[in-house]
């Protein structure tokens, strides 16, 4: 069964540094998501992308965040600055339709800033 | 704003024994709501999806059924390998061009099959 993939599983960072968190969607789907999980709570969204542009972002997504499709396959989140509360799992879906249809879920990248 | 309450926080069964988790919402259009597994270290699997209210879906010993409030997964004589975390989340009927809305989940239901 197709699945989303997200590397790296882990990712150990100094505050203040620039970090790229990657995930291959699965490959028909053209909507894809990025969503974290501060340990013991909720999965918050952050982003959602279609047509090579965002197309919705919450509260949490400010300027130090941003994303991109580089190529066919890849879909990345960059935090340019990272701060200690941005320590957190993240979360990457995608799913074919957009609207109304399940978002599909990668195993997500643990993010640890030191 | 959307609002999605789960209850219980966990729940602890004895093999065999059928319970259900509640999942309240609050939602301005509710165009899905989802059901998810989460197992821990790992991403949301998808169980479920609910569009209207009267609506059930079902799959093994997992039953979701939604109302115009509230959504339950109904689960019967569970097994060990149940176990997980079970998260509950909502599509609101918010206008947005690209079609890709994001989901506001609740804080899930930990639940403990004992064998």
């Known amino acids: 069964e197709p699945e989303v993939t997200q590397t790296p599983s882990h990712q150990v960072t100094q505050m203040g540094q620039e970090v790229i968190l990657r995930c291959v969607p699965i490959?028909?789907?053209?909507?894809f998501y990025w969503y974290r999980q501060i340990l013991g709570q909720k999965v918050e969204f952050l982003v959602s992308f279609y047509n090579n542009e965002i197309s919705e972002k919450s509260e949490i997504f400010d300027d130090q965040f941003s994303v991109e499709r580089p190529d066919g396959s890849n879909f990345t989140l960059k935090i340019r600055s990272t701060k200690l509360e941005d320590s957190a799992m993240y979360f990457c879906?995608?799913?074919?339709?957009?609207?109304?249809?399940?978002?599909?879920f990668g195993d997500g990248t643990r993010l640890s800033i030191l | 704003e959307d609002q999605v309450t789960q209850s219980p926080e966990a729940l602890r069964l004895q093999e065999g024994e059928s319970s259900s988790l509640n999942c309240s919402y609050t939602?301005?259009?509710?165009?899905?709501l989802f059901w998810y597994r989460q197992d821990p270290g790992k991403g949301p699997e998808f169980l479920f999806t609910l569009y209207s209210a009267g609506e059930e879906k079902e799959k093994e010993r997992l039953k979701a059924t939604l109302t115009k409030k509230e959504s339950f997964l109904h689960i019967t004589a569970p097994k060990p390998e149940d176990s997980a975390t079970y998260l509950c989340a909502v599509q609101a009927g918010r206008y947005s061009g690209g079609g890709a809305d994001g989901l506001t989940f609740g804080k899930g239901t930990h639940l403990i099959i004992q064998p």
């Open positions: 939602v301005s259009g509710l165009r899905g």
């Open positions: 490959s028909n789907h053209l909507y």
């Open positions: 879906a995608s799913n074919e339709q957009g609207r109304n249809q399940p978002q599909h």
